[in-house]
C-alpha cells in the first residue's frame, strides 16, 4: 500500500513538473511536448508473437510493437529518467497485446531487481499492469540474484535466469498472463512460467510492450 502511495505521489509530481517545466518528446526529442503526434501513432498496436525458449516452448509471448524506434526511446525514457506519467501511452499497447491472449486472466508482472527498484522507485511492469485496470497480482519475487543479460547468448541467458524466480503459493489454481515491458529471448518470461507452474498457476500466456526484432516470428 506505501509502495501504491509512493508511485501515486512520484506520478502526480511528475506531472506537475511536466506542466511547469515542459519536457521534450520521449520518443524523437522535439521541444515542449510529452510526446509528440508522430511518436504517439509509432504505438498503434501491431502484435507480434512468438513462443518462449525451453520447456515454456507452449507458451505463447504476444507484444504489441516491435522494441525499435520511437517505442524503444520512449521505454528508455520511462526507466533511465524516470518519466512514468509515459506509461500511459503505453498502456494501450499491452492491452493489445493481452486481448490477443486471454481477456479474463490475472496479470502477474515481471520482479525486478531490488537494486534496480532501489534505483528508480518504480517498477515498470508493476505500472503496466495496474494501468490496464485488470486484476493484477504481484506473485513473482527474485529469490536469487542472476547477472545482467545483456551481452549473453539466448543458451547462457537461459542459465543465468534458472530458478531465480520464487512464486507465491496464491496463484495455486489461476489462469494467469506473465506481463512484461519488453522480450528479448524470452528467458526471463520462461522462468516465470516454471516458477508459477510449480506454484500450481496455470500460465496461459505473456503479454509485452514490445518485443526485440530477432524475437519476431
Ligand atoms: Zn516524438
Known amino acids: 500500500m506505501r509502495d501504491r502511495l509512493a508511485e501515486l505521489v512520484r506520478s502526480a509530481l511528475s506531472d506537475a513538473f511536466t506542466f511547469l517545466f515542459p519536457v521534450d518528446c520521449a520518443g524523437c526529442g522535439v521541444p515542449d511536448v510529452e510526446l509528440c503526434d508522430a511518436c504517439v501513432a509509432s504505438l498503434a498496436p501491431d502484435l507480434v508473437s512468438g513462443v518462449l525458449p525451453g520447456c515454456a516452448s507452449n507458451v505463447r509471448v504476444s507484444s504489441g510493437v516491435r522494441f525499435e524506434g520511437a517505442p524503444a526511446r520512449i521505454v528508455r525514457t520511462i526507466k533511465e529518467d524516470g518519466r512514468t506519467g509515459l506509461v500511459r ?59 545482467d543479460q545483456r551481452g549473453l547468448t539466448r543458451e547462457q541467458r537461459a542459465a543465468n535466469v534458472d530458478h531465480t524466480l520464487r512464486a507465491d503459493a496464491a496463484a495455486h489454481g489461476v489462469r494467469v498472463i506473465i506481463v512484461d515491458d519488453v522480450v528479448t529471448t524470452g528467458a526471463s518470461l520462461a522462468e516465470a512460467v516454471r516458477a508459477l507452474r510449480k506454484a500450481g498457476a496455470r500460465v496461459v500466456g505473456a503479454a509485452t510492450v514490445a518485443a526485440t526484432p530477432r524475437r519476431l516470428s
Open 89 to 147: 501511452a503505453l498502456v494501450p499497447v499491452l492491452d493489445a497485446a493481452i486481448r490477443r491472449i486471454d481477456d479474463t486472466a490475472v496479470l502477474v508482472p515481471m520482479p525486478t531487481s531490488r537494486a534496480s527498484y532501489r534505483t528508480r522507485g518504480f517498477r515498470v511492469p508493476d505500472l503496466l499492469a495496474r494501468g490496464t485496470a485488470r486484476p493484477t497480482a504481484r506473485w513473482l519475487r527474485a529469490v536469487r540474484r542472476n547477472r
